[in-house]
Nanobody, 114 residues
Framework: QVQLVESGGGLVQPGGSLRLSCAAS????????TGWYRQAPGKQRELVAQ???????YYTDSVKGRFTISRDSAKNTVYLQMNNLKPEDTAVYYC????????WGQGTQVTVSS
């Protein structure tokens, strides 16, 4: 089992920045991939960014150049730095890990509005 605790969401104006954190505990040795997903009202959950073993990263096209996923192994934490936020980035953001199973965090709300 892996437990995930997310933090860092909030309300920000367009063009602003937020950093999301995902702290993992439990069977973290088995984790191979950590990702951030988001789900906007009335839409399907979508993959935003992933970081894999070896530091390989993936970003969906709409966030390339604006979001950065990173990992602090000493703190068992993965971050999503979000810059130049747009209203269409508004969603609940979920942390996800894949290891001996797949685990989700509780979600954190990001609202981009003036």
């Amino acid at each position: 089992q892996v437990q995930l605790v997310e933090s860092g969401g909030g309300l920000v104006q367009p063009g602003g920045s937020l950093r999301l954190s995902c702290a993992a505990s439990g069977s973290i040795f088995a984790i191979t991939t950590t990702g951030w997903y988001r789900q906007a009202p009335g839409k399907q959950r979508e993959l935003v960014a992933q970081i894999m073993i070896g530091g390989i990263t993936y970003y969906t096209d709409s966030v390339k150049g604006r979001f950065t996923i990173s990992r602090d192994s000493a703190k068992n934490t993965v971050y999503l730095q979000m810059n130049n936020l747009k209203p269409e980035d508004t969603a609940v953001y979920y942390c996800n890990v894949v290891g001996h199973g797949q685990f989700w965090g509780q979600g954190t709300q990001v609202t981009v509005s003036s």
